[in-house]
C-alpha cells in the first residue's frame, strides 16, 4: 500500500472511531447523566455533532482527493461513497429537522418527538459500515 492510500486507512479508522464514540456511546450516554435534562442534552448534543460533522466534512474532502488521485478498486470507492454519501444527507436533509425539533425544545415549546432522528441513527450505521469496509479493504491491500 502506498503512503496516500495509508493516509486513507487511517482517515477511515478515525472517522469510524469518532462516530462510534459520539453517535453510539456518548449521545444516548448523556441523557442519563443525573441532572441533564432534554435542553441541557439537545444544548451540549448540538455543539457535539456541529463538531463532529466539521471534522467528519474534512475527513470526506481528504478521502475524496484520494478517491479522485489514487483510483483505489472499485470496492473501496463504493464503501468510501456509501459513508461520504450517507454524511451528506445527514448534512442536507436531516440534520435541518432535528434543529427545528431542537430549537422549539430549547425555546421551551412541548414539539413532538421527530422521525428524523432515526434516520440519522440508519446514516451513522451506514457509515460505520462503508468507513469499517473501506478501512479492511485497504488494509487487505
Not at 36 to 59: C, M, P
Not at 109 to 119: E, F, K, V
Request: glycine share 8%; hydrophobic share 60%.
Amino acid at each position: 500500500m502506498n503512503a496516500t492510500l495509508a493516509v486513507a486507512a487511517a482517515v477511515a479508522f478515525c472517522w469510524l472511531g469518532m462516530v462510534l464514540a459520539i453517535s453510539f456511546i456518548e449521545a444516548p450516554l448523556k441523557f442519563r447523566a443525573p441532572g441533564v435534562t432534554l435542553q441541557i442534552g439537545l444544548g451540549i448534543g448540538r455543539k457535539v455533532f456541529r463538531a463532529l460533522n466539521s471534522v467528519e466534512s474534512l475527513f470526506a474532502a481528504v478521502i475524496l482527493v484520494i478517491l479522485l488521485t489514487q483510483h483505489p478498486s472499485t470496492p473501496i470507492t463504493v464503501a468510501f461513497a456509501v459513508a461520504i454519501l450517507a454524511l451528506a444527507i445527514q448534512l442536507l436533509a436531516v440534520r435541518p429537522k432535528l434543529t427545528q425539533r431542537s430549537d422549539a425544545v430549547l425555546a421551551g415549546l412541548d414539539a413532538p418527538r421527530s422521525t428524523a432522528h432515526y434516520y440519522y441513527v440508519g446514516l451513522e450505521a451506514a457509515k460505520v459500515i462503508g468507513l469499517l469496509v473501506a478501512g479492511i479493504l485497504l488494509l487487505a491491500g
